[in-house]
């Protein structure tokens, strides 16, 4: 351990690098004896793997039974100066990678940092993008700015969306979203579904996307101020190549990650001009629109696919990766064991498996008819569905809007007709 500890010595740092460790030292002086009780066996040679290593050796290996109370201050600040450590590492890789170790990095981050289940989520939602969110039932206006429910069914939204940014805490925000959602598709109108985003289209976004809070005078007669993180969720999935989607917990270390002054939660101006702007420098973003290539049905005849149409078949998967390649951004964050099994898709899965397995007798919330139709209709585009099931569209209809989910209702189907 002394010598893992000792190893960023030898090390050619950056500035921020240097000040990462030097913070680290602080928090490893309480925790001292405790850390020289962990075994080591790797030491890695670079920052970024010193950074990782240590940082695991914290979560998994450290006896947390024999600290004090008052070491667990120290070891929480250690870790989360390891986890920023990590990810100002992997952002220096960012900042001058060309596309084709952008997209690898990326794949090698798929199990880690759920990648399959985020482009679920942004497939789904390029299928519903044109349409105005006025028009959107209630379940996919929330998938589209970042607020989970019980009410997403999880066997037709597979995906969590609040991946990227959630958006559960900005109260305000989806009250004016519920009231006036027409108000906020004319703001969103300001920038183009294809092509170039121009900071003309940025900034009539931002006026009427301001207009809309500040006309919210019910607790302020001066109305409310408008939140930019909100703003970057609704703009980065719009245009998921042309924007980083922020939350209040990410702006810091994105920040730090892109060498640019800390923004505000209010500062418009400086997310174009600093956080977009500093991203259009990099190669990776400048990269041309890979060709689309024709999937070679004659090779995998008779076999099975291994991966589903939401995150692309192996031939245009780079292309998917090009098309949302400012949001995954996200991806050179510092993540753990602990961040894909804590989506909320898979923790709402579960809870609705193991209710069923108790047969809960909780009474189930209702759909309005309209949602019902809708997420009964898309689960029954599935060509693995049996015809019948496709005349039982109206049973099935209304099982989903008394309550139960799109999967029993079909289940219940086939146990009474198959």
């Given amino acids: 351990m002394r010598k893992l500890l000792s190893s960023p010595v030898n090390m050619p740092l950056s500035d921020a690098e240097n000040q990462v460790y030097q913070n680290a030292l602080k928090y490893v002086t309480p925790l001292s004896l405790n850390l020289m009780a962990v075994k080591v066996t790797h030491r890695p040679d670079d920052f970024l793997g010193w950074c990782g290593e240590l940082a695991r050796l914290c979560r998994e290996e450290l006896n947390k039974d024999l600290l004090e109370d008052e070491q667990l201050l120290p070891l929480k600040k250690l870790q989360d100066i390891l986890e920023a450590g990590f990810t100002l590492s992997q952002f220096k890789m960012a900042r001058i990678a060309p596309w ?49 429910t019980t009410q997403h069914d999880y066997s037709i939204y597979n995906f969590d969306v609040e991946w990227f940014a959630g958006t559960k ?131 995998n005849e008779g076999e099975e696919s291994s991966q589903d149409e939401a995150t692309g078949n192996k031939e245009n998967r780079e292309l998917i990766l090009w098309k949302n390649r400012a949001v995954l951004i996200d991806l050179f964050l510092f993540a753990d064991a602990d961040l894909a099994p804590n989506s909320n898709y898979i923790k709402l899965r579960e809870k609705m498996l193991n209710k069923a397995k108790s047969k809960s007798k909780a009474t189930p919330k209702k759909r309005s008819k309209e949602s019902a139709e809708i997420l009964v209709d898309k689960a029954l585009t599935s060509e693995d569905l049996p015809a019948y099931l496709q005349g039982k569209r109206d049973s099935i209809i209304i099982q989903v809007k008394n309550g139960k989910s799109v999967e029993q209702a079909i289940g219940l189907m086939r146990a009474i007709f198959g």
């Avoid at 919210?216 to 998921?240: I, N, W």
Wanted: proline share 4%.
């Fill in 100 to 148: 084709p170790i952008f997209a690898s990095f990326i794949e090698q981050q798929s199990t880690i940092h759920a990648l399959d289940e985020r482009l679920r989520l942004l497939n789904y939602l390029d299928e519903i993008r044109q349409q105005p969110l006025a028009d959107l039932i209630v379940e996919d206006r929330l998938a589209f700015s970042g607020k989970h």
């Fill in 169 to 299: 805490g900005a109260k305000v925000f989806h009250t004016l979203l519920e009231q006036s959602p027409e108000k906020f598709d004319a703001a969103l109108a300001h920038i183009p579904l294809t092509g170039e985003v121009s900071h003309a289209n940025y900034q009539s976004f931002v006026n009427d996307f301001q207009q809309i809070f500040k006309e919210y005078t019910q607790t302020k007669a001066q109305g409310e101020k408008a939140p930019l993180a909100v703003a970057t969720r609704l703009l980065a999935m719009r245009r998921p190549d042309q924007f980083i989607a922020l939350n209040n917990n990410k702006i810091d270390i994105l920040c730090q990650g892109l060498s640019i002054a800390k923004l505000k939660n209010t500062d418009f101006s400086s997310y174009w001009h600093d956080m977009i702007g500093t991203m259009r420098t990099f190669a990776w973003w400048h990269q041309a629109q890979p060709e689309i290539v024709e999937a070679n049905s004659d090779a």
